[in-house]
Structure formats: C-alpha cells, structure tokens
C-alpha cells in the first residue's frame, strides 16, 4: 500500500506561482513513476504531467508545457509540481498519483487507468 498526501494548494494572482507537494508512505521505491493531474468543476481529468523512475523521463501536458516543473526528492518520498505564470484556466482541484514500479511496464502515462493510488486533492484557485 501506498498513501499520498498532496499539499501547497491555494488562492493566488495571475501570473504568481505555486509549489506543490506530494508526499508518499508505505511502500515506496525508486521505480515508482508519480503523475500529477487535475480536475476543474464540471471538467474531465486532465494529464498534468509525470516523473517516472529515478534517472527516467519527465513529460508534461501540452497545456503546462514551459510554465509547470516536475522534481523529486528521493530522501524525502516526495515530488514536487512547481507551477509558474499561472493562469485562471489553471484553477482545478490537483491530484498527484504513483504507479508502483513504473519501469517495468509500457505505459500511456497521460491515462488515469495507469495509476495504483490517488492522493486526496489540493485545491489551486487562480484569480484574473
């Protein structure tokens, strides 16, 4: 089992910045891959982007592409989503998730379908 917790959520201006946090427990490992998405009001699930295993790959939305940074620290269990140039359409409930060890399958990572387990949520409201 795996438990996420998203954190750093809130209400910022246009153009502001937000870090966001996932932090993973229980059975972690190096090959888990971490996927980040969200969900406006009355809105599909959007793909935000992933960091797969350590040293792999990174791949973003095409919506995020140039303005949203994805990290990890592994000592800490946790990955990062660093959101710059927010926009208001960036207004959406963030939810971080882990597929456990990612590396050994062929996945479309952009599908919701491909993840083991789902944080709770964060709430990011950008105001125009």
């Known amino acids: 089992q795996v438990q996420l917790v998203e954190s750093g959520g809130g209400l910022v201006q246009a153009g502001g910045s937000l870090r966001l946090s996932c932090a993973a427990s229980?059975?972690?490992?190096?090959?888990?891959?971490t996927g980040w998405f969200r969900q406006a009001p009355g809105k599909v699930r959007e793909f935000v982007g992933v960091?797969?295993?350590?040293?792999?790959?990174?791949y973003y939305g095409d919506s995020v592409k140039g303005r949203f940074t994805i990290s990890r620290d592994n000592a800490k269990n946790t990955v990062y989503l660093q959101m710059n140039s927010l926009k208001p359409e960036d207004t959406a409930v963030y939810y971080c998730?882990?597929?456990?060890?990612?590396?050994?399958?062929?996945?479309?990572?952009?599908?919701?379908?491909?993840?083991?387990?789902w944080g709770q949520g964060t709430q990011v409201t950008i105001s125009s």
């Open positions: 998730a882990t597929k456990v060890n990612a590396a050994l399958f062929s996945l479309n990572y952009a599908l919701d379908s491909s993840y083991d387990y």
């Open positions: 229980g059975r972690t490992g190096s090959s888990d891959a």
């Open positions: 960091i797969t295993w350590s040293g792999g790959p990174i």
